[in-house]
């Protein structure tokens, strides 16, 4: 937890002046005369400040603050989390963490303060070709680095890019970054989703079936690049939703056709950093860092810049196994298909996917992802579980269970017509259903406790209450329940509800991935509604 990086003195020396910090100072909230604030999101904010030293000086920090009065405790961590870093980050390339202060209640990173503005705040207007290269192989080069470190940011954004009177370059806001190569983000909520939705690369939505790696970074980089040439975002989007609509499934208009000025050598790199799948990118920074130097000596010596094959040097150090599905198209059509089918007449339909252990059934429903978003459904997921053959309705509540998560991350008028359905379908049987999923309290409210049946009884009852609670869920919209894994291995009472959900009140598909008897591999998996 983060309590434990807060330490009683301070080890740490400031780069300037090598003087420790006052372990023991009061501060301000934002907005106080000594807190200037270089921006702030709704959530956090970076200031600079002179800090109070121990030997009675001031010293200027940056310092990252949130901005509620009582910060989450996801928010905390965040900071913590920047802070553990610290000893990957460099001073050449990044604003180093130099103590996690917290005094009154109140919580501070501090960073060290390699001076400048916040790119964002020279984007009112498109830069200048010339100096838009000049910045961008600096961002380029510093984003190579963080990437040498084998981390991924995972924030990049113009706010988090320090640009000093010479061009030089640091980042900040390494609250979100990862030190795995490779690494799955859940389809949670865009709301909750850690990152700006804006500049968020399509697989960091959790809705691409695709991992997030170091090519994650680079396509933010794209939509930066894209700001800069152009001031204004490759996208615009009215809500959470429609942003991750617009990354994973719509085109922008290129930087060229946006504004006559940007040489169409220059669109083309942006353009490459802005494809959807990571495989279509560039795959390291040091390939863009160098199509970007010869954009600039071509820029310099002639003042235009000709067109030439983009890539030449990108070459990653590692082996990048592609992630794109080969040979499984006929598959996903008839998945998506079904799906159509659906959307367009409310219908219900149940969709078998079958084929041996590992064929890769759970990749082809997980392409299921990327079409919910334009109609707004939900996907549920739950696994049969050998193992767990003897706990009733285990499937059921694990995919239950992941469902009302993705609810609860709605608002309070989103959430609305949920409660009311959910608590209508179930009548007195509610605390029979938070027993078995219980995300399902903060939901419908407590329940009054059920009384005690034999046990014939009591599976009547269960049996009763949960058809009409999955048709309601999926009477909202056209939601998605995905039940990966053997059904050979369903547990008890696990098949029974999936055969009487399909009730006129919802509109849904199911998917059921049926593993075959036998050895891993074999025939490729068969689809069948």
């Known amino acids: 937890m983060y309590e434990a990086l807060f330490r009683p003195t301070t080890a740490n020396r400031l780069s300037d002046g090598g003087h420790p910090l006052d372990p023991s100072p009061q501060f301000g909230a934002l907005g106080d005369s000594g807190f200037q604030v270089l921006w702030e999101d709704g959530e956090r904010a970076l200031c600079r400040t002179a800090w109070p030293m121990a030997d009675g000086g001031r010293s200027a920090v940056l310092a990252v603050q949130p901005t509620a009065e009582h910060p989450s405790s996801a928010s905390l961590e965040r900071l913590a989390h920047e802070y553990r870093l610290r000893d990957q980050l460099d001073s050449a390339w990044a604003a180093r963490p130099l103590e996690l202060v917290r005094e009154g209640g109140r919580t501070l990173l501090l960073l060290e303060d390699p001076g400048g503005e916040p790119l964002a705040g020279l984007l009112a207007a498109p830069l200048e070709v010339g100096r838009f290269l000049h910045l961008a192989i600096s961002i380029a080069a510093v984003l190579r680095k963080v990437h040498q470190r084998e981390l991924i940011h995972k924030d990049l954004k113009p706010a988090n890019i320090l640009v000093n009177a010479n061009g030089e370059v640091r980042l900040t806001g390494f609250g979100i970054a990862s030190r795995l190569p490779r690494e799955r983000q859940a389809p949670e909520p865009p709301e909750t989703i ?167 059934k759970s990749s082809v429903v997980n392409e299921l992802h990327k079409v919910l978003v334009p109609p707004r459904g939900l996907f549920a997921a739950g696994k049969f579980d050998q193992y767990k053959r003897d706990i009733p309705y285990a499937t059921l509540a694990h995919a239950f269970q992941g469902l009302v998560r993705s609810l609860l991350g709605k608002s309070d008028a989103e959430l609305a017509p949920w409660r009311e359905a959910l608590r209508e379908a179930l009548g007195p049987n509610g605390q029979l259903m938070i027993d078995l999923i219980p995300a399902l309290e903060p939901l419908i409210g407590p329940q009054p406790p059920m009384s005690e049946l034999p046990p014939q009884d009591e599976q009547r009852r269960f049996s009763a209450g949960v058809p009409p609670t999955a ?26 509800p999936a055969r009487r959900s399909d009730g006129p009140v919802g509109r849904g598909i199911t998917a059921v991935a049926r593993s075959l008897p036998g050895q891993r591999g074999g025939p490729d998996p068969s689809v069948g509604a």
């Open 471 to 496: 048709g309601r869920v999926r009477a909202a919209g056209a939601s998605v329940s995905i039940v990966p894994g053997r059904s050979a291995m369903a547990g008890r009472g696990d098949a029974g």
């Open 194 to 360: 850690a990152g700006t939705l804006a500049y968020m690369a399509p697989e960091q939505t959790g809705r691409m079936n695709r991992s997030i790696d170091a090519r994650s970074d680079l396509y933010a980089l794209g939509v930066t690049f894209y700001q800069m040439l152009t001031g204004s975002l490759p996208f615009a989007a009215a809500d959470p939703m429609e942003w991750v609509h617009c990354h994973i499934a719509r085109r922008p208009v290129p930087p060229a056709k946006r504004l006559a000025t940007v040489p169409k050598a220059v669109s083309a790199i942006v353009m490459k950093l802005l494809a959807k799948t990571a495989e279509d990118r560039y795959q390291t920074a040091t390939g863009v860092e160098h199509d970007l130097r010869h954009c600039l000596a071509e820029w310099e010596r002639h003042g235009r810049i000709d067109g030439f094959p983009l890539g030449r040097k990108d070459t990653p150090d590692r082996l990048l196994i592609p992630e794109k599905l080969y040979g499984r198209e006929r598959e996903i059509a008839s998945l998506l298909a079904a799906f159509d089918r659906v959307v367009a007449s409310g219908a219900t339909e149940l969709v078998l996917v079958s084929g041996y252990a590992g064929i890769g």
